[in-house]
């Protein structure tokens, strides 16, 4: 395969404000195999943003430029909006944070699955049905039948998640955006929920971004960690470097975490150096 | 949802089924519970303003020249010498049996009055209010969907207007252009002359009437005529049920579910109707019956221009002559009108947003 999965240059995002426009993100460039990346940030670092980015799915007036951003080869920013519909879904899929939210409250879990597969494959509605039934047994919900009747407000939160994984891998992408797909939910059921989405990302043989302010998580899952930080990309490591980092602003990220095994007077407040976001501007 | 998915719904739920049951009677018991306070309240309020007002009921029936004779004999006829509770009674005992007694002006019982007048505003708000959310809702749609476009502006200064230009102007417009000028609409009136006695009232809704008798020229006629006051009915109406829309469909096109819907490939036209529009119904549907409630108030100032002999017209002369029963009885209408739209509605959420069920 020449081409990697996904390939972003200098991808930035301005929004226009009073003055002229302000960089949401100011450059990122990465490639993407079939592997899991993780991206850590504090908030307003630009991660979210360009998850987003890479979807189209910024809203209109936001301003996207990069020198390249491919999937497999195919431009994406070039491509067409009905272009971009197959791509959402079909070969991109996005896992968001909040399955509270990010169902729509008036219809069924299994209706919402259905329309997924739908959109992107084409046959009868029994076969869809069957596809979902089983989608949501491979997301080891115990009951299907009974939980495609139910309303997301019926669901809890880690059975949310699981049936947001399966809505948005069900047309099998090649490309997994997970955005903060644990924070809304209990500590107790993250594990389950980041195992479930490990299953069916390795099943599919789809590369992951994971989207996350949790350095443990990200370092433990990931293979690979982005430190990304004002919307531009601090530094690049593998993740079981992630505490032999050496950006200070790494090191700071890692300071400001309460360490288990033994008590610290005062937690660090990361400091920050404008310089850093300096050094990529040319 | 399929056929298959219902039966599947069902059997899994059935030992929940009869708890849903006890628990729906409930809500039933409550809300009727609720009802009938606000309408107790309604009747005490119409039956204080009625002794409150400045207004001598037995001088408005016999006039100021009366003798006190005849003063003292009409006051034991209409009840006023007993106490104000057994006076309050036999008003609740009364209008609970619609009967809101004479009506001064017409010589006639008010309900009969009421009767004959509330058809004729009812047909017309119903026109109004079909014309008005059908070109509010999409024209409200299409603005959020596309907002701050030049679509969003179109729209924006189309219901503008509407708040703003006076009725009675926009009324007398459009008399003047469309039917004194290009011929295209009725004369002002409910229904030609030649047809008022012609048309056997079942419904005492003019259109219906006339297409039950398989009378096409009379309800050519009718509908001829009940076009433009129902067409400027609609255009207010219309402005506020597309502003309204517009705000709740910004609101919803915002929540992260629509995000989803997106990344899911979902087209624009299955995100904004087929996601983001259900969202929005309960809160229409509210909207839409307060509107339509306001509307069978009875327009005073559409029904004076145009000659309709409405509610509106009946209440607002009524009040210009102290009628009181007359007024009073309409004002319990009204009440009513306004708790039923509001019952409808309420039934309609309960049955509609599944969170509430």
């Known amino acids: 395969m020449t081409d990697p999965l996904l390939e972003v240059r200098n991808l930035r995002v301005a929004y226009p404000s009073a003055h002229g426009y302000s960089d949401a993100l100011r450059g990122i460039s990465f490639t993407l195999g079939r592997e899991k990346l993780g991206i850590v940030g504090e908030s307003g670092s630009g991660k979210s943003t360009a998850g987003r980015a890479i979807m189209r799915l910024l809203p209109p007036k936001a301003r996207v430029t990069a020198d390249a951003l491919r999937l497999s080869g195919f431009d994406l920013l070039g491509a067409s909006e009905r272009q971009m519909r197959d791509i959402r879904g079909g070969r991109i899929a996005m896992i968001l944070q909040d399955p509270r939210y990010a169902l729509n409250p008036l219809k069924t879990v299994g209706a919402q699955i259905m329309e997924s597969y739908r959109i992107h494959i084409k046959g009868s509605r029994a076969e869809a049905r069957d596809r979902m039934l089983a989608m949501l047994e491979d997301v080891r919900i115990r009951d299907p039948q009974r939980v495609t009747g139910l309303y997301p407000h019926e669901l809890s939160g880690g059975m949310g998640q699981r049936v947001m994984i399966a809505m948005m891998l069900i047309p099998s992408p090649k490309l997994v955006i997970a955005d903060e797909p644990t924070s809304a939910l209990d500590v107790t059921v993250r594990g389950q929920i980041l195992d479930v989405l490990n299953e069916r990302v390795e099943a599919q043989g789809a590369g992951l971004i994971l989207i996350s302010h949790d350095l443990p998580l990200v370092s433990d899952f990931c293979d690979r960690v982005l430190v990304m930080y004002g919307g531009q990309i601090m530094e690049e490591l593998a993740a079981h470097d992630l505490s032999q980092a050496s950006h200070p602003y790494t090191i700071a990220l890692n300071a400001s975490l309460p360490p288990l095994d033994h008590a610290v007077d005062e937690l660090i407040v990361p400091e920050y150096d404008p310089t850093w976001l300096t050094e990529a501007t040319e | ?357």
């Open chain 2, 1 to 357: 949802m399929s056929a298959g998915d219902l039966a599947n719904s069902v059997s899994s739920n059935r030992s929940a089924s009869s708890m849903r049951w006890g628990r729906a009677a409930r809500e039933f018991l409550k809300t009727a519970a609720s009802v009938s306070v606000t309408i107790l309240g309604l009747l005490a309020l119409t039956f204080f303003i009625g002794r409150l007002l400045p207004l001598d009921p037995v001088l408005a029936i016999l006039g100021d020249d009366a003798s006190q004779e005849a003063y003292e004999r009409m006051v034991i006829k209409l009840g006023l010498d007993k106490p104000m509770w057994e006076q309050f009674i036999t008003y609740l005992w009364n209008s609970l049996h619609f009967d809101f007694g004479m009506s001064l002006t017409s010589g006639k019982p008010v309900t009969e009055d009421i009767l004959r007048v509330f058809p004729a505003t009812l047909e017309l708000a119903t026109v109004a209010m079909i014309l008005g959310t059908g070109l509010g809702i999409p024209l409200g749609v299409l603005a959020a969907a596309n907002r701050d476009t030049w679509i969003d502006q179109v729209v924006r200064v189309i219901s503008l207007i509407g708040y703003s230009a006076p009725i009675f102007w926009l009324g007398l417009l459009g008399l003047v252009v469309f039917y004194a000028g290009l011929g295209w609409v009725g004369a002002p009136g409910r229904i030609d002359i030649v047809y008022q006695y012609d048309l056997e009232t079942r419904t005492g809704l003019y259109l219906i009437d006339s297409l039950l008798a398989g009378r096409l020229d009379i309800f050519a006629d009718v509908f001829g005529r009940i076009v433009m006051p129902a067409a400027i009915l609609a255009y207010g109406a219309m402005a506020y049920i597309s502003r309204m829309t517009r705000s709740f469909m910004l609101e919803q096109l915002s929540q992260e579910y629509i995000i989803a819907a997106q990344a899911k490939g979902a087209s624009r036209l299955s995100v904004v109707w087929g996601h983001a529009f259900p969202n929005i119904a309960v809160q229409l549907v509210t909207v839409v019956a307060l509107s339509y409630a306001f509307l069978l108030e009875g327009a005073v100032l559409t029904e004076t221009v145009f000659a309709w002999p409405g509610f509106g017209r009946y209440l607002t002369t009524a009040l210009l002559r102290a009628d009181m029963n007359a007024v009073l009885g309409c004002t319990l209408i009204v009440g009513l009108i306004f708790i039923t739209l509001n019952l409808l509605s309420d039934v309609f959420y309960r049955i509609f947003d599944p969170r509430t069920r």
